[in-house]
């Protein structure tokens, strides 16, 4: 069964009478997730599509009320009229109640954040039938606990999202990309601390791209490679924005001087420049590049960054051992510690048996958590990490965990994923 609620009313309605009869739910947004915690598997859907009552702007404190059915892009659309946006940029079209439910980041997380640092309060429905609203929209707020916390990145499993009120930022009027081979691994993290030093707040992005990545998505969308040379093992693209316009602050001057600097120090052996839409246009196509080469087994994790290369080298190293068909394309928000590690399975190559991909995925994060890191970087928790998150999460930490959800879903009615 399908359920399609047009109110928060309708829809505490609804889980209170599914948690009476014992009927347990599956919560849906826009279903752009990657770990299946909005996919039924015989449970009934509840999807988040019409709740679009409350669409509230605030232009004196640059907040948004806002019902969680509205998609990122509506959101935005509406917004841009008013030189103002929600910050949280993706490839992808995920509802607003989605974004919450699993704290997304995207590529510009570096200057403003995930989800959770831009929501200043939310209405929930609980599974009795309870709607609950969590927080005053305030920016500065300490009158209660911050419950509103609990919901956000639950992946759907304490309550249903219906409405949030959002911190919004104002659109740049300028921006400056460059797409950068440094001349060594080891020269990145140098680079990186300079202009993080140097411009501060004005950087938005700064991405990776492994040669496989960009390869795959050069291959996709048909042109030449940005680079007058062969591509480099590894690439950066790096993003300067400002609000103030280029009359006062020519982000695309300070940028070529930058580069200029780390040409003549040997740290940047080559640069794309210029062409803004085109790079992201590149960044933006790895994901389609790399599913035209074979299965594509993904993986969204977070390393301190301090341990990136290091987990870089023996994962590959580890799969050339045990999986050696396996084609390492990693990309992602280096500047953050994210990445997505992602590996092509050719098509060429005897399809992975399920024993083998659970092995797989299981020395990938052994790894992982080795080097102090995260199996969800910015996707959730859904069934395709349930495993996982029994292997490597500390008992405490799934003991209050078990602790709350047993308050909030009591009968483990709502969602997939269990926390105890």
Request: negative net charge; aromatic residues 6%; glycine residues 10%.
């Amino acid at each position: 069964a399908l359920l399609k609620p047009a109110t928060a009313a309708q829809a505490a309605e609804l889980l209170a009478l599914a948690t009476r009869h014992q009927v347990p739910l599956v919560l849906q947004g826009a279903h752009t997730g990657l770990v299946k915690a909005a996919t039924p598997q015989g449970q009934v859907l509840m999807s988040t599509e019409r709740l679009r009552e409350v669409f509230e702007f605030d232009p004196l404190d640059r907040t948004l009320r806002v019902s969680s059915g509205f998609k990122l892009s509506e959101v935005n659309q509406r917004l841009a009229a008013r030189g103002l946006q929600f910050p949280i940029d993706l490839s992808a079209d995920p509802s607003i109640g989605g974004m919450l439910a699993h704290n997304t980041g995207g590529t510009r997380m570096l200057r403003y954040g995930d989800v959770r640092a831009n929501t200043l309060g939310l209405e929930v429905a609980l599974a009795d039938g309870q709607l609950v609203r969590l927080g005053h929209g305030l920016a500065k707020d300490n009158s209660a606990l911050a419950l509103q916390q609990l919901f956000i990145g639950a992946s759907g499993g304490l309550g249903l999202i219906t409405e949030a009120t959002l911190k919004l930022a104002p659109l740049p009027k300028q921006a400056a990309v460059a797409l950068v081979a440094p001349a060594s691994l080891e020269a990145v993290w140098p680079l990186y601390q300079r202009w993080m030093n140097e411009f501060g707040v004005l950087v938005s992005a700064f991405e990776g791209l492994s040669a496989n990545a960009l390869e795959a998505a050069i291959h996709v969308q048909g042109g030449a490679s940005p680079f007058a040379s062969e591509l480099p093992p590894y690439s950066l693209l790096v993003e300067l924005s400002s609000e103030l316009p280029q009359a006062q602050l020519n982000l695309r001057e300070l940028l070529h001087t930058a580069l200029e600097a780390a040409f003549e120090s040997g740290e940047v052996v080559d640069a794309a420049l210029d062409n803004d839409e085109g790079l992201w246009g590149l960044r933006h196509a790895v994901s389609e590049g790399l599913r035209e080469q074979g299965a594509v087994i993904g993986f969204d994790i977070s390393l301190p960054r301090r341990a990136v290369w290091a987990f870089r080298e023996q994962a590959t190293a580890w799969l050339a051992e045990h999986f050696a068909p396996a084609k390492v394309c990693d990309f992602g928000h280096l500047g953050d510690g994210g990445q997505h590690f992602n590996l092509v399975w050719p098509k060429s190559a005897a399809a992975l048996s399920a024993e083998e991909g659970a092995r797989l995925r299981a020395g990938i994060y052994a790894l992982v958590m080795a080097h102090g890191g995260s199996f969800s970087a910015e996707h959730g928790l859904g069934p395709l990490l349930q495993s996982t998150y029994d292997a490597h999460t500390a008992p405490g930490v799934k003991t209050l965990s078990a602790a709350v959800s047993g308050v909030l879903n009591p009968g483990g009615l709502l969602g997939q994923f269990k926390f105890g």
